[in-house]
């Protein structure tokens, strides 16, 4: 078959039956638009046609418009006159038109199905607008079909939330008109649509019908509670906005007013960075798997079947828990019963609030315990066809660990840590298994976070980074792979992050107005002493120490965090850090970190009084964050990600980095690695003196980029790397 398209074949019944064609998710690509516009004319316009059914071919509907025109056309890709006419044909031709939706409707293939006359679906089929996920909104008329088919409040609710809902649902809410079994579908829907023109079944309008809008006095006050909502959550973006104003507009002055407003909120989210900025997270996402040199070969992942997980901890218990929600077996050892019992309690517990927030059943949650054995000794470890050790960072021990394990283990066996800070290669020091050594590198808590670094030393085989990744998928994580060096990439980039806001506090700038800077004006989840104090000062402290040691000429050694350790200030967990923290563990500024502040400046000797250098949140946002970017691309020049679009999906899914600002490279990029470069430089100048320069001072990577105008995100070529 060839490129995308839409086919059309009359029956002998007089239906015509239109196929989207464009596998996997018959994505609407402008020439399968064309084609379904063509189709459309011909089907309205030849005699042998009394009705018209729309599908998609193997099995699936439409995941939507394709996402790669936006990536080429740089925002919109949408040709306006082609959208109004489809839309218009599909609704108001002179033929009914019934969609036959199997498996998925989302964006504008769920707009395509809007505009038919009428819709059937498939049991499990999932229908959703999902384009503000994109930083874009619907853009095929579903601001206004959609209100006008299940009401104002439940589909601003779905775009705003992007979430898709369940063909039950869909059922009820009157978004289909019927739920068929796959093998019934088409004649279902032929029949519908004949039924349709033979008058024995209503043909509906939607974009006419009132029926289930909320009265305006209702409906206004609905919009502008959701507008209210949006603000808040999200102050950052101004899409869901354009969306809300599209909707508005339909409901004020009727739904062909509403079009032209959706036509124009579209194309002004469409030229905004943040549209870019997703659409880059979108298929970064996804090429994370891709990996050159691995994925690219001749080689077959083999499936992990069963693991054992050394730890019961915090770690331990949720890597077990991820594992066996994925239909993996798990073997949890422990060094005694004790501790055993309580790592086989949290995994218990992590599914119990699975269950309490409706995620699973009961019944399911002990079908998935069922599939963790506890064990105290090595015996059953033959069976197994991966280990993740998680016990305490100790080097010595992971080293006997290891050994052990390449004894009782299988020779194909993956034996992996989850160490955070420990060379991988150190771990595997005292054995001869060194190709089927990897880090797997969960982010607490474990069954949540959605990243996992799979971090390859030179000597691990491909296979077993292959099958690493293979399992990352398989727990539903999102797998990175990256090299083996101090923090490896997430930690490594991240390093700078709370040293650059201790730096300013020994400057003279208030702790809790740095904060803020980051999370309200940024968009972070917490700013970096909010963070601190989550991960704990003595955790800090050490992991400070590492990157000293590792890198001296760059690391800004951080008097506050020592001053924290010195005061048993350890954050969350003792009740107070740079916080005090109530018994519902909430986080109130507490005046009685000015002492330890003040002794922090004084040990700095950078201090020169009053509130410190005049700086606006941007200013600090910069100073954070651009030695941050600074870090990245030393990460992405010695070639420790694949592709620098992983660092930007790795700080989206472990610091929470904004999406909608592409991730830390592609941030950097929109600003342009010549302003980075730029103020770097200036900070290095400043701080020379202070023998700060190397803190600052752009890496060979940036300052090349900034010089030749070339993308931080175009990386290096394999063969060129520094
Ligand atoms: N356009 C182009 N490619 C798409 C696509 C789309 N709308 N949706 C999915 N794909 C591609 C993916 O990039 C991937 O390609 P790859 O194999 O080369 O990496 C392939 O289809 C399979 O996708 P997934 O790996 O994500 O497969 P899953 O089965 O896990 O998920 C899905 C399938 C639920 C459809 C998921 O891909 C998805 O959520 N897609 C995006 C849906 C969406 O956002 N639609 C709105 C588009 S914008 C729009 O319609 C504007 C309109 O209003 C005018």
């Known amino acids: 078959m060839g490129g995308p398209t839409a086919t059309l074949e009359v029956g002998s019944d007089g239906v015509a039956i239109i196929t989207l064609q464009n596998p996997p998710v018959n994505a609407l690509h402008p020439a399968v638009l064309n084609a379904l516009f063509n189709c459309l004319r011909e089907a309205h316009s030849r005699q042998d046609v009394k009705a018209i059914v729309v599908t998609g071919a193997k099995g699936r509907f439409s995941a939507g418009f394709d996402i790669n025109q936006f990536a080429k056309s740089g925002g919109g890709g949408i040709d306006s006159r082609i959208n109004d006419n489809f839309c218009a044909l599909l609704e108001s031709g002179p033929k009914p038109t019934v969609a036959a939706v199997e498996s998925l409707a989302l964006g504008g293939g769920?707009?395509?199905?809007?505009?038919?006359?009428?819709?059937?679906?498939?049991?499990?089929?999932?229908?959703?607008?999902?384009?503000?996920?994109?930083?874009?909104?619907?853009?095929?008329?579903?601001?206004?079909?959609?209100?006008?088919?299940?009401?104002?409040?439940?589909?601003?609710?779905?775009?705003?939330?992007?979430a898709p809902i369940n063909d039950k649902k869909a059922a009820k809410l009157g978004l289909v008109d019927a739920v068929v079994p796959a093998d019934k579908l088409l004649p279902a829907a032929r029949t519908w649509a004949a039924e349709i023109a033979a008058g024995t079944k209503p043909r509906n309008f939607t974009l006419y019908r009132t029926d289930k809008l909320e009265p305006l006095g209702e409906a206004l006050p609905i919009l502008e509670f959701a507008r209210a909502e949006t603000q808040k959550r999200a102050p950052h973006l101004t899409h869901p906005l354009l969306c809300l104003d599209a909707i508005r507009t339909g409901i004020e002055e009727g739904g062909l007013a509403g079009l032209r407003q959706e036509s124009f909120a579209f194309n002004k989210a469409a030229s905004l960075d943040t549209h870019k900025a997703l659409v880059h997270i979108f298929f970064a996402q996804r090429a994370?798997?891709?990996?050159?040199?691995?994925?690219?070969?001749?080689?077959?992942?083999?499936?992990?079947?069963?693991?054992?997980?050394?730890?019961?901890?915090?770690?331990?218990?949720?890597i077990a828990t991820a594992s066996a929600l994925a239909g993996?077996?798990?073997?949890?050892?422990?060094?005694?019963?004790?501790?055993?019992?309580?790592?086989?309690?949290?995994?218990?517990?992590?599914?119990?609030?699975?269950?309490?927030?409706?995620?699973?059943?009961?019944?399911?949650?002990?079908?998935?315990?069922?599939?963790?054995?506890?064990?105290?000794?090595?015996?059953?470890?033959?069976?197994?066809?991966?280990?993740?050790?998680?016990?305490?960072?100790?080097?010595?021990?992971?080293?006997?660990?290891?050994?052990?394990?390449?004894?009782?283990?299988?020779?194909?066996?993956?034996?992996?840590?989850?160490?955070?800070?420990?060379?991988?290669?150190?771990?595997?020091?005292?054995?001869?298994?060194?190709?089927?050594?990897?880090?797997?590198?969960?982010?607490?808590?474990?069954?949540?976070?959605?990243?996992?670094?799979?971090?390859?030393?030179?000597?691990?085989?491909?296979?077993?980074?292959?099958?690493?990744?293979?399992?990352?998928?398989?727990?539903?994580?999102?797998?990175?792979?990256?090299?083996?060096?101090t923090g490896f990439a997430v930690n490594r980039v991240f390093f700078p992050y709370t040293q650059a806001a201790c730096l300013l506090v020994d400057l003279g700038l208030d702790p809790y107005k740095i904060d803020m800077a980051i999370y309200a004006g940024f968009g972070m989840p917490m700013g970096p002493f909010r963070l601190s104090d989550l991960v704990g000062a003595d955790i800090g402290l050490h992991v400070g120490k590492n990157f000293l040691d590792s890198f001296p000429e760059r690391t800004y050694p951080a008097n506050l965090i020592v001053k924290l350790n010195e005061a048993k200030r350890l954050g969350e967990k003792t009740g107070s850090g740079f916080y005090a923290y109530d018994a519902k563990?909430?986080?109130?500024?507490?005046?009685?970190?000015?002492?330890?502040?003040?002794?922090?400046?004084?040990?700095?000797?950078?201090?020169?009084?009053?509130?410190?250098?005049?700086?606006?949140?941007?200013?600090?946002?910069?100073?954070?964050?651009?030695?941050?970017?600074?870090?990245?691309?030393?990460?992405?020049?010695?070639?420790?990600?694949?592709?620098?679009?992983?660092?930007?999906?790795?700080?989206?899914?472990?610091?929470?980095?904004?999406?909608?600002?592409g991730g830390l490279i592609k941030w950097a990029d929109l600003i342009g690695p010549a302003r980075v470069a730029e103020r770097l430089n200036g900070w290095a100048a400043q701080f020379e003196a202070a023998g700060l320069a190397g803190f600052f001072k752009p890496c060979d990577y940036l300052a090349n980029a900034a010089k030749n105008g070339t993308q931080l995100g175009a990386g290096v070529s394999p063969g060129s790397r520094m």
């Open 110 to 162: 769920l707009e395509v199905a809007l505009a038919c006359n009428a819709r059937l679906c498939t049991p499990g089929t999932k229908l959703g607008l999902p384009e503000l996920q994109l930083g874009i909104l619907p853009g095929f008329g579903g601001t206004q079909r959609l209100p006008r088919l299940v009401g104002l409040q439940t589909a601003a609710q779905m775009m705003l939330t992007s």
């Open 328 to 485: 993996i077996d798990v073997l949890l050892k422990e060094v005694n019963q004790k501790f055993l019992e309580g790592g086989l309690a949290r995994i218990k517990s992590n599914l119990a609030s699975r269950v309490k927030k409706g995620k699973m059943t009961q019944e399911a949650a002990g079908a998935v315990f069922a599939r963790v054995k506890g064990t105290l000794d090595y015996n059953d470890f033959c069976s197994v066809d991966m280990v993740i050790e998680a016990v305490i960072e100790d080097v010595g021990l992971k080293q006997r660990i290891f050994a052990d394990l390449e004894k009782c283990c299988r020779p194909d066996c993956i034996l992996s840590s989850n160490t955070s800070t420990i060379d991988i290669t150190l771990i595997g020091a005292k054995t001869r298994a060194a190709d089927r050594i990897v880090g797997a590198h969960f982010f607490s808590p474990a069954h949540i976070m959605p990243l996992l670094e799979i971090v390859r030393t030179d000597k691990t085989s491909p296979q077993v980074v292959l099958d690493t990744l293979e399992y990352g998928s398989a727990i539903k994580k999102t797998p990175v792979v990256v090299g083996n060096c």
């Open 585 to 661: 563990r909430k986080a109130k500024p507490d005046p009685s970190l000015a002492p330890i502040v003040e002794a922090s400046r004084k040990a700095s000797g950078l201090y020169k009084g009053g509130k410190g250098p005049a700086m606006s949140p941007q200013d600090i946002i910069e100073f954070i964050f651009f030695p941050v970017v600074n870090e990245g691309c030393r990460v992405i020049a010695e070639g420790i990600v694949d592709k620098p679009a992983d660092l930007d999906v790795a700080t989206v899914l472990s610091m929470g980095f904004p999406a909608y600002r």
């Open 288 to 318: 994370t798997k891709k990996v050159r040199g691995i994925t690219d070969g001749g080689l077959k992942p083999r499936r992990i079947k069963k693991i054992a997980v050394l730890g019961g901890g915090l770690m331990g218990s949720g």
